[in-house]
């Protein structure tokens, strides 16, 4: 998936359409908090004189999101817009 390195978006701050700069970014699933209850409780078990304790159970992976990152030429602030759902190719920009 090929996207201009410029286009013309709303930008939520300027609260109009302007150019704006292009960023290609993908988001991955990020790993568990280390100090949420249910991975101290798993450290805890795992720590002690017994069996193993059961792992997560075996799921499809989900595709990565195709993300851009918008700059805008005016107030230079940036946000975030998702291109495609789910990824089939990576969004790379023109040359």
């Known amino acids: 998936m ?18 704006h700069k292009v960023k290609v970014t993908t988001t991955k699933i990020k790993p568990g908090r280390t100090l949420a209850w249910g991975s101290r409780r798993h450290a805890r078990k795992l720590a002690g004189y017994h069996g193993k304790v059961k792992g997560k159970a075996k799921v499809k992976k989900q595709g990565i999101r195709n993300k851009i990152m ?4 005016v107030c230079k602030k940036k946000h975030e817009r998702v291109i495609s759902g789910r990824m089939k190719k990576k969004a790379e920009t023109s040359k």
């Open 2 to 19: 090929i996207i201009p390195k410029e286009l013309k978006a709303y930008c939520p701050t300027c609260s109009k359409h302007s150019l």
């Open 70 to 73: 918008l700059e805008c030429t």
